[in-house]
């Protein structure tokens, strides 16, 4: 009877409740549809094949927190606070293995295909990247498809930054088809996919410089030269499609090279017979990395369409005897929290690199929608001398024995492999961007 009796007061006097009931719902509409955006719901994934002594490699996206009046405020309390130091942190232990292998993914480099290739030591599939002070999530697929709807997705830079294309195209394969739908260029250097479900472009450009560069050939120069003061077109004339785009060199400094600026030579690297200066890479590589952020600053923000601008550090090597022998990369576990240290080279690669995105960033707060972040790898690579492909560059190198000469790629990454941690930490980065977007707006 209680319940009668106050339905029937109701529609006499409308009491305090009715009348703010509709208030209420505006007022959760948003918190609702914000959670569903960035939290999206588990759906069922297509089913996948099973690597050898492992559980079917399926993740779902984290469940979402329950609703409640302070949501909004835990929103802005994730922007206000410093964002997770990546670089910090450990290898453990993985049980669930990674969200794909070399049999469920068509877009992987033949050349960092191990698992198919007969790499028979699987353990180093079995390893995730824990921070020391805060959380990485696992990659979802589906938040990363809904955060990047109607965007195009640029990689641009050396093989380095196709194999982390390549990563990436294999975790979102597991909730969507990428459809190859333009090719070009020796190696396939310029491709691009397109994901019908979210309407989302996908491209990789070939730059190992980012600036105007000439590559050594057979029938030229048997040095690289660069022109330090003028962007690679192949990729800035796109610029104006292109919605967030993720820089990557580095490696291809370190080649024999001629410097160029304001059209007359600057200096070389490593040239004997040539009369020109040694000046060495470092300096050259963080006048390479200026152009490519100024240009990108200066055509995105003055046109007001903004963009997001990543850029990978510099990812280390692991040769420890000569390339073309066996045993080049042998290690089968990454190494142990002090086991190893960040110096030389590796070091001030990775030094240059963060040091001019965070001058670009500074020049990019004068622009609305522009925004610039450094996507730190260097340490959580330089960890992981297991992860390459090594011998298993080629199909089953040992299958006649093990012979003298063996070609091994320890600088690239199997697929998956350790690679597919910059994918978790680039989405992460992406989350707190369109966080920090939601709560200002």
Known sequence: MGV??????????????RKLWPYTIYAFLPIAIFRLFFYPLSLPQPSTDQLPRSNRLILSASVPPSLSSSSFSQEEKIVNEAPCDYTNGKWVRDKLGPLYNGTTCGTIKEGQN?????RADLGYLYWRWKPRQCKLPRFDSN???QLLRNKHLAFVGDSMARNQLESLLCMLATASTPNLVYRDGEDNKFRRWHFASHNITVSVYWSPFLVRGVEKSKIGPDHNELYLDYVDEKWGNDLEHIDMVVLSIGHWFLHPAVYYENDEVLGCHYCPGLNHTEIGFYGVLRKALKTALKTIIERKGANGKGTDAVLTTFSPSHFEGDWDKAG???KTQPYKEGEKVLEGMDADMRSIEVEEVEAAKGIAKQFQGLRVEVLDVTKLSLMRPDGHPGPYMYPFPFANGVQERVQNDCVHWCLPGPVDTWNQILLEIIRRWQIQSWVEE
């Open 114 to 118: 191990c698992i198919t290739h007969g």
């Open 328 to 330: 080049a990369c042998p």
């Open 143 to 145: 938040t990363f498809l």
């Open 4 to 17: 009668s009796s106050s339905f029937k007061d109701q529609s006499h006097t409308p009491s305090l409740t």
